[in-house]
């Protein structure tokens, strides 16, 4: 089991930045890859961006490209979102997610999720 537990979020100015932090623990080496997801309300939930446990970044969405950068922490079981110049539409529940395998799309451990809200 990987147990995934976020923290940074909170409230920010559109413009403003924020770092979320994803720290993962118990069977840690079988992560192949970590993400962060979004959900706001009343929309589907929208994968935001992904590294590979090696710090290879694998993607992100068209609406974060060239403001949001996903990283690892020098310590290898922690991730980070960097989310810079935050817009209105960028308020949701982010949440951390790891996958253990190298095929698929489906994300086999959760984080309970961390609120973002920007203001206008």
């Known amino acids: 089991q990987v147990q995934l537990v976020e923290s940074g979020g909170g409230l920010v100015p559109a413009g403003g930045s924020l770092r979320l932090s994803c720290a993962a623990s118990?069977?840690?080496?079988?992560?192949?890859?970590m993400g962060w997801f979004r959900q706001a309300p009343g929309k589907d939930r929208e994968l935001v961006a992904t590294i590979r446990r090696t710090g290879a970044t694998l993607y992100y969405a068209d609406s974060v490209k060239g403001r949001f950068t996903i990283s690892k922490g020098s310590a290898k079981d922690t991730v980070y979102l960097q989310m810079n110049s935050l817009k209105p539409e960028d308020t949701a529940v982010y949440y951390c997610a790891a996958k253990i395998t190298s095929w698929g799309t489906d994300y086999d451990y959760w984080g309970q999720g961390t609120q973002v809200t920007v203001s206008s």
């Open positions: 118990g069977r840690t080496f079988s992560i192949y890859t």
